[in-house]
């Protein structure tokens, strides 16, 4: 079973790259059948063109609102045969009818440890707030922005010294391990979802690790690869 | 320079004793000079006063309305020479002007990763939010709940199967590492605090680690001892 994907993008599409990449080497039993832009011209779209990979526009300025916009989107999404949607780094809010139109299988990478810092800037406010430890969340999505299940979780420190940009670094590090990680165990249908929380079969240890980038607390663990 | 402490504690108080422990095995310069509870007959007061340590009940209900008590308390840590207030499961709000009173010298310690899970039920919040990463932090306090410039925050991973209880078991052991470390860097006058962050003179780098309550990620990372 190879899961078909639709990944949304906004801007510069490391995480989508990433993912592609972990197909690349055999790692997810997943493909891309579109990345889909809300912006012209970004960085995600060239990653995209670059890796042989479907890539379309659909702008949200050339449509009168939200939901004609948000049905285009739908419309492109199944016309390309995709079946779970993976927002990354997409900046627009779905709506209901969007998350029940891929029941169970839109996901969402967020970078701060929900439910904390969400919003746009999560990195910066993080930083300005002081935290100790941030880190990033992936989660089923549902109509509130940055909310739903969750499906795993990566910590990284942070300190004083710490901007939004030189966190958002230490941070992306780790979104890209575990969003492939997260994808794959959706393809591999391991996830179920019960009042709000996320199961998973089989689930990996959680693990505490010094990595090349610093010190982190992945939980659930990463497989083999990740 | 041994610093005196006040602890005020609601409740069992084991964060009480794992500080008093610290300072019998040497680590921290810093004496118990009061232990204080707003309610009698506490498990916090049974283990003060089997260590030998001064312990005052100043029940809130004998008073007729909060600021009242609060000045009691105040009179009783000013009484027994305490300069420093570290809140060890302390369930009463304390004031801006009891801020003020020990300006700066005034800790808690808080069951969550603030700023998320604020509150007296955080360890069963964040079970039930179905989080996979949870933790402590200490903090600066100020007027506001679970509020205030962050020191050190430690984190543990969580599982859809956990629930409050047992969340709060693999807490409560980091908890048990990181307020003593909190207190001597408080001591040490190593703290400063400048625009909401806390600055760590010479901070350990953060640390990942396999303990035996399980993985963890603790930032800034624990001194010889800790």
Not at 10 to 22: C, D, F, K, M, P
Not at 25 to 50: F, K, Y
Request: net charge negative; hydrophobic share 40%; charged share 20%.
């Amino acid at each position: 079973m190879t899961l078909p994907l639709a990944i949304l993008a906004s801007g510069s599409g490391t995480n989508l790259e990433s993912i592609a990449r972990r197909i690349e080497q055999g790692l997810l039993d997943a493909r891309i059948n579109l990345v889909l832009s809300n912006r012209p011209g970004t960085r995600g779209l060239e990653r995209a063109e670059g890796m042989g990979l479907p890539a379309r526009v659909e702008d949200h300025k050339a449509y009168p609102d939200r939901a004609s916009h948000e049905e285009a989107v739908i419309a492109a999404i199944r016309e390309h045969g995709a079946e779970a949607v993976v927002l990354a780094g997409y900046m627009r809010l779905v709506s209901r009818d969007f998350v029940q139109a891929f029941s169970g299988q839109v996901l969402n990478i967020h970078p701060s440890l929900l439910p904390g810092f969400r919003g746009a800037h999560a990195q910066r406010d993080a930083a300005e707030y002081g935290v100790r430890l941030s880190g990033a969340t992936v989660h089923f999505v549902d109509e509130h922005m940055d909310h739903g299940p969750v499906i795993i979780q990566a910590a990284v420190p942070a300190s004083p010294e710490d901007d939004g940009d030189s966190l958002a670094g230490r941070i992306l590090a780790l979104e890209h391990r575990i969003y492939p990680q997260a994808v794959q165990w959706l393809a591999q249908g391991r996830l179920r979802v019960r009042q709000g929380r996320v199961y998973l079969d089989d689930a990996p240890q959680p693990v505490a690790e010094e990595s090349p980038g610093g010190p982190c607390l992945i939980s659930p663990g990463l497989e083999r690869g990740f």
